[in-house]
Every structure is written in C-alpha cells, then in structure tokens.
C-alpha cells in the first residue's frame, strides 16, 4: 500500500501570467479531481502507483485549451507551487445562430417545476470540488436562446456556496453530458446564499443558444464557512427526463433514470409562425395553467400599502395599493416573494389556492 501525496500548483494564463480560477482538475474517469481557487492555487492527493502509464492529469476551463499531462511524469513540490500555463482559446462567434433566427420571438418557460412535492436533490459530505448535479431540459426542437435560470433551496449549511452554471450538449458517452454549449469564454457563477430560498441566474449576457434538448448542470466551487456541504435544493416529478450527477472534477457521471432536478429556465424561442394562444411550457408536452393570485399584504392588522409583490420564476412584479391588495399573475410551483421597507422578506410557494394573504414582520 503507497501513502497518498499531495499534489499541488498554480494555474496561470500563458500571456497574461495572470492566476485562473476555477479551474477542472482531475484524472479523467477515476473520481480524482478538484478544482484551482481564486488565486489559482490547487491540492490534489494522488499516489502515482495507483495508476497505469495511460492515465494523465487534465486541466481545463472555459476560455482555454485543455491541458494534459501523464500521471506518470507528475512532480511533487513540498515548498512552492509549480507553475501549469494554460494556453487561451480563440472565442469563435457563432454566424449559423444569427442567419438562422427566425421572424418572430417567442418567451417560453421550458424546464421543471416543482409544485410542492417533497422531492429532492442534494449536496452532502461524499461531494467534492468540481462534483455536478446536472437534469436533460427536454425542449421542442428549433432555435432558442437561454435567457435565466431559476432554482429553488430547500436548506443550505454552509454559510454559502459558489457554484458554477453548465450548459451540455447530450453528446457524450451514451448521451451523458458532453460538448460545453457556452462558447463565450466565460464562466457563469453563482453565489448560493445561507438564507437563500431562490436562485436567479441571467444567462442573458452569455448568448447561449440551443437547437434541441440540452443538459444543465450546477458545479460545487468554494465552500465558505462551515468545511463541509449540506445542499438540499428541490426536485420535480418527471418519468420523462433523467439527472446526472458526479462527484468530484472530471469524474464519470452517474446517470439517475426518470428523475428532474426543478431547474426551470426563460428562453426566447425564434419562429417563422406568430404565437398563438401561446402558454408557457414546463416540462416538454405539459401546458403550464395560468392564473390570477389576489390577496393582501398586512404588518400588524394592518394593510401594507406599497408593498412589492414579485414571481420569482416568470419575473412578473406588482405593488399593493393603499389598502395592501394586489393581483399578480403565477402558477401552480411558482415562488413569490413580498417585500417591504423595514420589514422580512416572505417567500411563498403558491399551490392551489389562488387567494393568498401574507403577515410580514418587522427586521
């Protein structure tokens, strides 16, 4: 038996000599991989006995060309931090998505929801930097683009978390995740607070645009505070779609079968034909029902007027009049949020009534 070693370095941009951060750092398939911090830095423990003369460290990143050396060849530091130079990648725009749009554009809702039932996926103690808990967004097929990404947290642990937001292509190994779709060099972060109930994305700024079904994943990055991870967000009923999830940079994916993490985007679908009698989709071939939530907004008996009422997953917003009513547009699954000046914010999640009044509290 051979003690395991600690490898480590420093990540760096060949031109600039600037740190890269977030960097996958792993052996490909063998469930070794971690990923460099913000200043670029990385430990890895690896006992190069344990592996064959094929076996190689990969480095890679958005915005740059793999970089692989064999296990092999690898050398042990004790006092520094060897230098790994990555070369940066042209970003090539894409002229196929700008002659292919269509004349019109339509908003849909695409992806999964979950409408109170007690499911979930999770982050626990076996996960490790770089470990991915990614869903197939099933789509109808033609030119979209990705436009934000709404999540909702069951609990989280840690102080926060830093994740980062993956766009596949269903092109890898018997259809698992595969080709990155986000080709614009740069990564998409987020931070997951302690107390946070949801999670907005925009996606916006990064032009991603998809023709078919994609996969999308969230990545563990830094954990802050607490040394371990305890992340539960929600998941949704689907017999139609799978999950996948690996535990640790560049480890193979599991693939968990009729199962949807509730990961529910907004996206500009570009059409030849004008919308009609359009309703947004949730779940390819399941027609979303909309309708009118009306309540009132009331601190202390009282009605709250100019209160902020806000849907978090279509982003549709309204303010409560003298009285503390309001009217504001959802449906079943969908998160909103209240708001008011000098009060907590209230999150509910609306089921099936449709008549919803809310008690804030004072900070």
Same mark, same amino acid.
């Given at each position: 038996?051979?003690a395991q070693?600690?490898?480590?370095?420093?990540?760096?941009d060949?031109?600039t000599?600037?740190s890269?951060?977030?960097?996958?750092?792993g052996?490909?398939?063998?469930?070794?991989?971690?990923?460099?911090?913000?200043?670029?830095?990385f430990h *890895?423990?690896?006992?190069?006995?344990?592996?064959?003369?094929?076996?190689?460290?990969?480095?890679?990143?958005?915005g740059?060309k793999?970089?692989?050396?064999?296990?092999?060849?690898?050398?042990?530091?004790y006092?520094?931090?060897p230098?790994?130079?990555?070369?940066?990648? @042209?970003?090539?725009?894409?002229?196929?998505?700008?002659?292919?749009?269509?004349?019109?554009?339509?908003?849909?809702?695409?992806?999964?929801?979950?409408?109170?039932?007690?499911i979930? =996926?999770?982050?626990?103690?076996?996960?490790a930097?770089?470990?991915e808990?990614?869903?197939?967004?099933?789509?109808?097929?033609?030119?979209r683009?990705?436009?934000? $990404?709404?999540f909702?947290?069951?609990?989280?642990?840690?102080?926060?978390?830093?994740?980062?937001i993956?766009?596949?292509d269903?092109?890898?190994?018997?259809?698992?995740?595969?080709?990155?779709?986000?080709?614009?060099g740069?990564?998409?972060?987020?931070t997951?607070?302690?107390?946070a109930?949801?999670?907005?994305?925009?996606?916006?700024?990064y032009d991603i645009?998809?023709?078919?079904?994609?996969?999308?994943? *969230?990545?563990? $990055?830094?954990?802050? =505070?607490?040394?371990k991870?305890?992340?539960? $967000?929600?998941?949704?009923?689907?017999?139609?779609t799978?999950?996948?999830?690996?535990?640790?940079?560049?480890?193979?994916?599991?693939?968990?079968?009729?199962?949807?993490m509730?990961?529910?985007?907004?996206?500009?679908?570009?059409?030849?034909?004008?919308?009609r009698n359009f309703?947004?989709?949730?779940?390819?071939?399941?027609?979303?029902?909309? $309708?009118?939530?009306s309540?009132?907004?009331?601190?202390a008996?009282?009605?709250?007027?100019?209160?902020?009422i806000?849907?978090?997953?279509n982003?549709?917003?309204?303010?409560?009049?003298?009285?503390?009513r309001?009217?504001l547009?959802?449906?079943?699954?969908? *998160?909103?949020?209240?708001?008011?000046a000098?009060?907590?914010?209230?999150? @509910?999640?609306i089921?099936?009534?449709?008549r919803?009044?809310?008690n804030?509290?004072s900070?």
């Amino acid at each position: 038996m051979y003690a395991q070693q600690d490898y480590k370095g420093r990540v760096l941009d060949a031109k600039t000599k600037e740190s890269v951060p977030y960097v996958n750092i792993g052996i490909v398939n063998r469930g070794v991989g971690t990923v460099s911090d913000e200043e670029g830095l990385f430990h *890895l423990e690896l006992n190069k006995e344990e592996y064959s003369l094929r076996d190689s460290l990969q480095f890679s990143s958005i915005g740059y060309k793999t970089f692989k050396q064999a296990v092999k060849d690898l050398q042990f530091a004790y006092d520094e931090y060897p230098e790994i130079v990555l070369q940066p990648e @042209i970003v090539k725009l894409n002229e196929i998505v700008v002659t292919n749009k269509g004349a019109y554009e339509i908003q849909e809702i695409i992806g999964y929801q979950n409408t109170g039932e007690k499911i979930y =996926g999770y982050w626990k103690d076996n996960i490790a930097l770089g470990g991915e808990l990614a869903t197939k967004i099933k789509v109808k097929k033609g030119l979209r683009k990705l436009e934000d $990404l709404v999540f909702e947290v069951a609990s989280n642990a840690s102080d926060s978390l830093l994740v980062r937001i993956n766009i596949y292509d269903e092109d890898g190994f018997k259809s698992f995740p595969g080709t990155n779709l986000n080709t614009s060099g740069k990564s998409i972060f987020h931070t997951i607070g302690k107390n946070a109930r949801v999670s907005k994305v925009d996606l916006s700024p990064y032009d991603i645009y998809v023709k078919n079904d994609f996969i999308l994943s *969230l990545e563990l $990055l830094k954990i802050y =505070g607490a040394k371990k991870v305890s992340l539960v $967000l929600m998941a949704a009923p689907n017999k139609y779609t799978h999950s996948y999830r690996k535990y640790a940079s560049l480890a193979a994916w599991e693939k968990l079968e009729k199962s949807a993490m509730a990961y529910q985007l907004n996206s500009t679908y570009y059409s030849d034909k004008p919308a009609r009698n359009f309703k947004a989709l949730v779940a390819k071939g399941k027609k979303a029902t909309n $309708l009118n939530i009306s309540g009132f907004v009331f601190f202390a008996g009282r009605g709250v007027s100019g209160a902020t009422i806000t849907n978090e997953m279509n982003g549709e917003s309204t303010v409560a009049n003298t009285q503390g009513r309001y009217v504001l547009k959802a449906q079943k699954g969908d *998160l909103v949020t209240f708001k008011a000046a000098d009060m907590k914010t209230k999150l @509910i999640k609306i089921l099936d009534r449709t008549r919803v009044n809310v008690n804030l509290e004072s900070e």
